[in-house]
């Protein structure tokens, strides 16, 4: 008995290339050109203005401000494949969207929630802040964890939340040091986080649909903050007009020497990242 397969897409290694090789040749057929920033956004401008194309796996977003080539698109991709046009976009990838004249809203309630249950916090206690003022961890403060693996699993968790919590930006930095071997006292720090989300579970950030294109940049950076190699560390954010599109917390690759040094790295780690 011979089984003939006919769509490749999970359990090979060569799935998912082949299977993006597919759909580029699709998209570009159908007008779309690969961005040169990210290869798996697809770009497309006429002069009715211009459409995006964003896919993860098999799932996608299109946009843009021409709704005859946005349809024409999903009739080419119908013929295709098998595909469901799910509306408005409202949840992609455990992030929620939800439109109002003044703009969009983009949260993560939902994943908070999911991963609050896994967590299993035995209280309903909140805090103010993710982190307390001027903590310093260490690899030798506390005992080490006997089984690492549910910390590993929170804090990986929380770096995918950071795409739309910039507030736990610094602390997740921190406690993701400590995947190797983790102690008792990460782990108190990293229930303090989950305590503040439960505490700003509705927080959302917001894209105003009037702003200006003006772009604004900050950056600050620590000094010597790094007790075990004395290193600083960078963090900037990126505003385009009102609507904050970018953060970054990284620590530095060298010792500064003052703190002036260290603000100039961070400021060369922003310009290297937003030019």
């Not at 060569?14 to 759909?23: D, I, K, Y």
């Not at 080539?69 to 009739?75: E, S």
């Not at 896994?118 to 001027?134: F, H, I, S």
């Not at 600050?220 to 900037?236: E, I, K, M």
Request: glycine share 4%.
């Amino acid at each position: 008995m011979v089984c003939r397969l006919r769509r490749s897409l999970y359990g090979l290694k060569q799935a998912p290339r082949a299977w993006f090789e597919r759909f580029a040749s699709v998209v570009t057929a159908a007008g779309f050109s690969p961005s040169a920033h990210d290869p798996a956004l697809f770009v497309h401008t006429s002069s009715c203005g211009r459409t995006l194309l964003l896919l993860y796996v098999d799932d996608m977003i299109i946009t843009g401000d021409d709704p005859e080539y946005i349809a024409f698109v999903k009739a080419c991709l119908r013929d295709q494949f098998l595909m469901s046009d799910l509306g408005p976009l409202r949840y992609f990838l455990g992030i929620e969207v939800s439109s109002t004249s003044d703009g969009f809203y983009i949260s993560q309630e939902k994943y908070i929630q999911d991963l609050l249950a896994r967590a299993a916090l035995g209280d309903e206690r909140t805090v103010e802040t993710p982190m307390e003022l001027n903590v310093k961890l260490q690899l030798t403060d506390g005992d080490p964890l006997s089984d690492p693996t549910r910390y590993r699993h929170l804090v990986g968790s929380l770096v995918y939340l950071a795409v739309t919590r910039p507030d736990i930006s610094y602390p997740i930095h921190i406690l993701s040091q400590f995947v190797s071997a983790p102690t008792t006292v990460h782990y108190s720090h990293l229930l303090r986080v989950l305590r503040y989300l439960r505490g700003t579970i509705t927080r959302r950030l917001f894209f105003p649909r009037s702003s200006s294109l003006q772009l604004q940049c900050y950056s600050d950076a620590t000094w010597a903050s790094d007790p075990s190699n004395r290193r600083s560390l960078s963090a900037y954010c990126v505003f385009l007009g009102g609507s904050l599109i970018a953060w970054k917390t990284k620590k530095q690759t060298a010792v500064s020497r003052s703190s002036v040094e260290a603000e100039l790295r961070a400021m060369a780690l922003l310009t290297a990242e937003v030019t």
